[in-house]
């Protein structure tokens, strides 16, 4: 009988074990087993937008086949209280990582930050277009941003374009930036740039940080050469403290609004926009593109000559000739109207 009952008693303990171990193979394969369903060595960003629930997550990762089983990512994030602590953001998911890891990184808050580029841009829409097809922020809410004359008095910058405030260069940034966010970032990266010294070089040469970005606009959509742009910079400097028109052609492109004209022609002088240098002397009321960093830098150190005009080369390399003469220009200006004559451009 005692023999009976310490048999029966070691069966007992060793299905009790048993159970022990399956519960906690079930157990490791719930919590601290791979389950992101990714191939070896791929990863993915995972986008949770503003204001998603913990059932909008889910949803998410069940449409992108993420897990190999969602229903233990579901039992573990519920058992961890992930569905009250939801937080917008773009995460690195990789292979290999196991519910604990996903839903510790979730609920962290510790995203994988975006590299926010914009370069070449001429338009508030442009630019509202180019930054939220990066990051959350709506290009509706960043354009009101850009119109928001009481906000750009608060920030002290009312006097400047606001686009001139988005100095071109590469930001990392929070997926989920709003477009305030976007804004006051943008302010103190613009102060960071127009630095004591800058602002100093401005006043030197007659101009303000407004006009410094606005003539620099229009020195970058002239030339591609970095080489270039403080001499030409050099014969707008020039034109500007004689009094005379500065008659740039990228301007009337800009006042025209098609971007597609590759050669200015006496009638689209004729528009009437402030924005027409050939039409109204000084500097336009707004920039007609970003200008980037080095574009800036060529105006405030720009070169002094006594060059009045410029005109393309036309071997069509992207140089220009300079002349100090108006009869020197013409001779230019000819040659490079029958070099496009000949390659058929006439628009």
């Known amino acids: 009988m005692i023999m009976r009952v310490a048999l029966m008693i070691k069966i007992a303990a060793g299905v009790f074990v048993a159970v022990l171990a399956a519960a906690g193979i079930l157990f490791y394969s719930y919590v601290y087993a791979p389950n992101v ?6 990863h993915i960003h995972l986008h949770i937008p503003t204001g998603s629930s913990y059932d909008d997550v889910l949803g998410m990762v069940i449409d992108k086949d993420l897990l190999r089983h969602p229903d233990r990512f579901d039992w573990l994030a519920r058992q961890k209280n992930y569905p009250n602590r939801v937080m917008a953001g773009r995460y690195l998911i990789r292979h290999g990582m196991s519910n604990n890891e996903l839903i510790n990184l979730l609920r962290s808050g510790e995203q994988s930050p975006v590299r926010l580029t914009f370069h070449n841009i001429r338009t508030n829409e442009e630019l509202a277009g180019r930054i939220a097809s ?15 004359h009481e906000l750009l008095r608060e920030a ?5 374009p606001a686009r001139l405030l988005f100095i071109p260069n590469t930001y990392e940034v929070f997926w989920n930036t709003n477009a305030r966010q976007l804004f006051d970032r943008m302010q103190r990266e613009y102060r960071v740039f127009w630095n004591e010294a800058r602002r100093q070089r401005a006043k030197e040469i007659g101009l303000s940080e407004a006009e410094a970005g606005i003539l620099a606009s229009i020195v970058q959509s002239e030339t591609n050469k970095r080489e270039e742009k403080a001499r030409i910079a050099g014969v707008y400097m020039n034109r500007l403290n004689l009094g005379i028109p ?8 800009y006042a025209l609004g098609d971007f597609t004209i590759r050669r200015v022609l006496n009638r689209h002088l004729e528009i009437d926009s402030p924005y027409n240098t050939y039409k109204y002397a000084g500097l336009p009321p707004g920039p007609i593109n970003l ?11 720009y070169e002094e000559h006594d060059y009045l005009y410029f005109s393309a080369k036309p071997d069509f390399s992207g140089y220009h000739v300079f002349a100090r003469t108006y009869a020197e220009h013409l001779a230019n200006a000819r040659r490079y109207r029958r070099a496009l004559d000949e390659r058929n451009v006439f628009r």
């Open 37 to 42: 369903a990714l191939a070896e060595k791929e």
């Open 134 to 148: 990066q990051i959350e922020a709506d290009s509706t809410e960043i354009i009101d941003l850009l119109r928001n």
């Open 156 to 160: 002290g910058t009312d006097s400047l």
């Open 246 to 253: 500065l008659q740039a052609d990228p301007t009337v492109i």
């Open 291 to 301: 200008p980037e960093p080095h574009a800036i830098d060529a105006v405030l150190h």
